[in-house]
């Protein structure tokens, strides 16, 4: 009952911020329409890297108290961080091409975004191809705390490596930073806030069909 | 007090003598990397500027793969004598299997490299020598020997082992790739002062973390 209750707030929320983003927030001027991606494009970005870091914590938490209930949660939070991971990227593609000029660059940000997806992708595999038993949850909560001790690193590194790289020359965003009127950043806030119920909700009914799947399978 | 060091130097005797007798690593390992080369050289043009831009990701493209094919070989053999499984029998510390194990691969990997840069250089004209990128390519078989053979052992137990490790290994070592490729591309390029020291610094804190974190998550992944 309770998670019908969420679910219907987290519908409501998804539909007020539908019509904050489409009819609420002014047009920006030097972009136009398509800078309304970004509120999408940073509240999912936001979910797939709080995503990672949940998913070490419960990974820790499992391989202490070697208690399932953890291993579920990881499970759930990863395959819910992989959705987020494709939203965060292909938004933010169909959104570079008319801002930069280019579908791709050898950014920081999007590198890290990139490989963040691999980790979750490997993740799931390595869960879909591995014997499942205890064995399997324990290795697959290392893998996870590896690919969370990797992201900084790949951020790091991804950064000087931009230095290498020419810039992005195309387009208003290229070369100075963009200012959000006031009505932008409470629509922002407010995308953000309706992502992370919506993400909360996904986890919580993946972790539902999981469990459920689990009690099966014993 | 047990030599510890005297234990890691019979493990990797052990599979070195091995290794000298079915020869099949190295081989795998050398032949995978000259045919990727090969490929490459033979679908680009042999133009010495291209060369220059796309040299370093060519070699260690390479490099990365075919290790990779070679590493489920390696690990695939372990799994089924049951080596492993005899290792832990053995009253050592987890960590000391891994260490044999990386420092195995290291040396099939560093053979593997010179074969790569010598049919490189002939088959791209490139002038790749360089003690800077010696030290480089040292750092990165490091990195990748211990990360490699961590992700190995795990993908030796599952069904779909090469595409599993490939997976598992190939999205971690990306800091590792960018360091190398960095480098290379410098080397090729006649510009090592400029980077060097940050990207090593990169190199050897990658190698420093992972050996630190993998010798000490190694003994879970061997618990039954």
């Known amino acids: 009952m309770i998670r019908q209750i969420y679910i219907s707030i987290t519908g409501i929320a998804f539909i007020f911020t539908m019509w904050m983003i489409f009819l609420w927030a002014p047009t920006e001027i030097n972009q136009g329409q398509v800078q309304r991606i970004l509120y999408l494009h940073v509240p999912f970005a936001w979910a797939s890297m709080v995503a990672i870091v949940a998913i070490a914590i419960t990974s820790i938490l499992f391989l202490i108290t070697k208690n399932d209930k953890w291993d579920n949660l990881s499970q759930s939070l990863a395959e819910v961080g992989l959705v987020s991971a494709v939203v965060m990227l292909f938004s933010g593609i169909v959104w570079a091409k008319p801002v930069w000029g280019v579908w791709w660059t050898g950014e ?19 869960r879909n ?26 951020y790091y590194a991804a950064q000087i490596w931009e230095q290498n790289h020419p810039k992005a020359v195309v387009g208003p965003l290229a070369t100075e930073e963009s200012s959000l ?3 932008m950043v409470i629509t922002l806030l407010a995308c953000v806030l309706t992502v992370t119920l919506l993400f909360i909700g996904l986890v919580w009914t993946q972790y539902q069909t999981n469990r459920i799947a689990r009690i099966k399978n014993v | 007090m047990i030599n510890w060091f005297k234990i890691l130097l019979t493990l990797i005797k052990k599979d070195l003598k091995i290794e000298i007798k079915t020869k099949e690593t190295t081989v795998t390992l050398c032949l995978f990397a000259i045919v990727i080369v090969t490929v490459f050289a033979l679908t680009t043009e042999n133009n010495s500027l291209i060369n220059q ?5 060519i070699i260690w493209s390479s490099v990365i793969f075919a290790g990779s094919i070679a590493m489920v070989k390696f690990f695939h053999h372990e799994e089924q004598n049951k080596t492993l499984q005899s290792l832990m029998v053995m009253p050592i510390p987890s960590e000391i299997i891994l260490f044999s194990k990386s420092i195995t691969f290291f040396i099939f990997v560093s053979i593997s490299e010179i074969i790569i840069f010598l049919i490189s250089s002939v088959l791209f004209n490139l002038n ?17 020997s211990v990360v490699g053979s961590f992700f190995g052992i795990i993908a030796s137990k599952s069904s779909s082992k090469e595409i599993l490790l490939t997976m598992l290994l190939i999205p971690i070592i990306i800091p590792l790739l960018m360091f190398i490729i960095a480098i290379t591309n410098d080397a090729l390029t006649s510009n090592l002062e400029d980077n060097f020291q940050t990207w090593l610094s990169v190199g050897i804190s990658f190698d420093i973390i992972f050996i630190t974190v993998m010798s000490f998550l190694f003994g879970k992944i061997l618990e039954e």
Do not use: M
């Open chain 2, 128 to 144: 790749i020598f360089s003690l800077k990128l010696f030290v480089a390519s040292l750092i990165f078989n490091i990195g990748y």
């Open chain 2, 53 to 57: 831009s796309f040299g370093a990701g």
């Open chain 1, 181 to 183: 009127s006031g009505e």
């Open chain 1, 108 to 126: 920081a940000k999007l590198t890290t975004a990139l490989v963040l997806f691999f980790i979750y992708c490997a993740y799931l595999l390595f």
């Open chain 1, 129 to 154: 191809y591995f014997p499942p038993g205890n064995a399997r949850n324990r290795i697959a909560a290392i893998i996870a705390l590896i690919g969370a001790i990797d992201s900084p690193i790949i």
